[in-house]
């Protein structure tokens, strides 16, 4: 018997509609009927096209969730469940950045008939984009407040890790999220680009090439500006330390 032959052993329990429980807990009837049937579709890769950009949209509603908790963890000192919160955001944001890759599959001509059926739709119109760009300063407050209860300045964090593993630990998670929030923004210009060219204008009146001033924006810019500060740090402490240059024979 083939995988497509099993039926429904045991009657749903669950209300609403559905033949299984399973399909009743997760409302498919209802999740697949939010695509264009193929004779409503301007184009096949409509479908592609959808299905990349609504399961981007639950992973990010996921993401803002768990970043939401992650900062009231933090604000409580549970910094190992607010790690663990991290990662997942982290995952998250992997997982959309991943899945551009399939947008890659969609031929440029092809890609303009998609386009033409958006309206006025854009990326920055995301909801999942919009909350996760409101979720991210409180949870850089969060941390900052982490580091005033323990009185150990950001750069001592670095240089002292061993004795504040579980804030060192937060603040490279912390970094990893900035870091996958740029990721999946330079993923989705070069998408952009590589269907319509860098020289084009989007479909609210941005030029492509103005998605570059997102990308270079860091959302954490305290994590990343402590590095610099480490390094000429490094440098003044072991000025002398190199050994001389040998002359060559």
């Given amino acids: ?4 032959d099993v039926t429904p052993t045991a009657d749903p329990v669950l209300p ?10 997760l409302r498919t009837d209802e999740l697949l009927a939010l695509q264009k049937p193929s004779d409503g579709r301007v184009h096949r890769d409509e479908l592609l096209f959808t299905t990349v950009h609504q399961s981007s949209e639950l992973w990010l509603k996921f993401a803002v969730s768990e970043l939401e908790r992650a900062t009231e963890l933090i604000g409580s000192d549970e910094l190992t469940e607010a790690c663990r919160m991290l990662r997942r955001v982290v995952q998250s944001l992997r997982f959309i950045t991943d899945q551009l890759d399939m947008l890659d599959q969609m031929d440029p001509w092809d890609y303009n008939f998609v386009r033409s059926a958006l309206g006025h739709g854009s990326g920055f119109d995301s909801p999942g984009f919009r909350a996760l760009a409101r979720a991210t300063p409180p949870i ?8 005033a209860r323990t009185g150990v300045p950001l750069i001592e964090l670095y240089r002292d890790r061993q004795h ?16 996958r ?3 999946w923004r330079f993923r989705h210009y070069s998408v952009v680009a590589r269907a319509i060219g860098e020289e084009s204008v989007g479909i609210q009146g941005v030029a492509v090439q103005q998605l570059t001033k997102l990308i270079a924006r860091r ?12 390094v000429a740090l490094f440098e003044d402490e072991h000025r002398g330390d190199a050994p001389a240059p040998t002359k060559a024979a």
């Fill in 181 to 183: 929030v740029r990721l």
């Fill in 16 to 25: 609403g509609p559905g033949a299984s429980d399973y399909e009743r807990y």
């Fill in 140 to 147: 850089g407050a969060a941390f900052d407040g982490a580091l």
């Fill in 219 to 230: 959302q954490l810019p305290k994590l990343w500006e402590v590095r610099a500060r480490l």
């Fill in 1 to 4: 018997m083939g995988h497509g």
């Fill in 164 to 179: 504040h593993a579980s804030l060192h630990e937060l603040a490279e998670l912390l970094t990893d999220f900035d870091e």
